[in-house]
C-alpha cells in the first residue's frame, strides 16, 4: 500500500496561521481528510473531500490540495487547537493514514 | 445520538483470539460502511479493514491479512473484528469508526468514531 508523509511536529504562535502537509501519491487521486486527536480522546474529523466541515467545526480550519500533497491551514490558531493532525485517503489496497503531526501552540 | 461504543478488549496471550463489537446507535448502520482502525501506545493511526453497507466488499491492511475478520449484523446494529494469532504488535486501542465517501475526484473519510477498546497482547 502507498504512504502518507507528514512533519512529526510543527509550532505555532497563539493567533497566527500554520499549515500542516501531507504528501503521498495516492493523493493525485484521492482528496485527503484530517483528523483532530488530542491525549485520551478519539480522533475527531476536522476537514474532508476538497474543503468540508463538519458540524461544530470552526472555519479557522480549512483543507487544500495539490498534486500529491494535501494541507490543512488553521488561520488564527487557538490555544484549544494544540493536538495531534492525520491525513488520511483512500489507496488502490485500502486505506493510509499518515504518521501524524504533533502542532504545538505557543 | 449519533453513537458507536467499542466492547470486547482485554489482556490476551501471543497465539490467542480476541472478538472486538461495535454497537451502532443513532443513525442507520445499514446505509454506512464502518471501518476499524488502531493505535498502538505512543504510536499513530494505523487503519485496520474496512467493510461496505451490505458486507459484500471487505479490505484488510497487511498487517492484520489472513488473521483478522471484519463482520456486520445490520439487524443488530453491530460490527465485529474476529482477532486470531494475536501478535505483541497487535497491542493498541480499537476504534471502530462510520466511513463517508464522495465521488468525483472520490474522498473517503470518518466521521463518527468510538471511544475505542484496549487490547493487550502479553504473555
Known amino acids: 500500500s502507498s504512504e502518507l508523509t507528514q512533519d512529526p511536529a510543527v509550532s505555532v504562535a497563539l493567533g497566527q496561521t500554520v499549515r500542516i502537509t501531507c504528501q503521498g501519491d495516492?493523493?493525485?487521486?484521492?482528496?485527503a481528510s484530517w483528523y483532530q486527536q488530542k491525549p485520551g480522546q478519539a480522533p475527531v474529523l476536522v476537514i474532508y473531500?476538497?474543503?468540508n466541515r463538519p458540524s461544530g467545526i470552526p472555519d479557522r480550519f480549512s483543507g487544500s490540495s495539490s498534486g500529491n500533497t494535501a494541507s490543512l491551514t488553521i488561520t488564527g490558531a487557538q490555544a484549544e487547537d494544540e493536538a495531534d493532525y492525520y491525513c488520511?485517503?483512500?489507496?488502490?489496497?485500502?486505506?493510509?493514514f499518515g504518521g501524524g503531526t504533533k502542532l504545538t501552540v505557543l | 445520538q449519533v453513537q458507536l461504543v467499542e466492547s470486547g478488549g482485554g489482556l490476551v496471550k501471543p497465539g490467542g483470539s480476541l472478538r472486538l463489537s461495535c454497537a451502532a446507535s443513532?443513525?442507520?448502520?445499514?446505509?454506512?460502511?464502518m471501518s476499524w482502525i488502531r493505535q498502538a501506545p505512543g504510536k499513530g493511526l494505523e487503519w485496520v479493514s474496512y467493510?461496505?453497507?451490505?458486507?459484500?466488499?471487505?479490505y484488510y491492511a497487511d498487517s492484520v491479512k489472513g488473521r483478522f475478520t471484519i463482520s456486520r449484523d445490520n439487524a443488530k446494529n453491530s460490527l465485529y473484528l474476529q482477532m486470531n494469532s494475536l501478535r505483541a504488535e497487535d497491542t493498541a486501542v480499537y476504534y471502530c469508526?462510520?466511513?463517508?465517501?464522495?465521488?468525483?475526484?472520490?474522498?473517503?473519510?470518518?466521521?463518527?468514531w468510538g471511544k475505542g477498546t484496549t487490547v493487550t497482547v502479553s504473555s
Open positions: 469508526a462510520r466511513v463517508g465517501y464522495g465521488s468525483g475526484r472520490p474522498y473517503y473519510y470518518m466521521d463518527v
Open positions: 443513532g443513525f442507520t448502520f445499514s446505509d454506512y460502511y
Open positions: 467493510i461496505s453497507s451490505s458486507g459484500s466488499t471487505i
Open positions: 495516492s493523493l493525485r487521486s484521492y482528496y
Open positions: 473531500g476538497k474543503n
Open positions: 488520511n485517503s483512500r489507496d488502490s489496497s485500502g486505506v493510509v
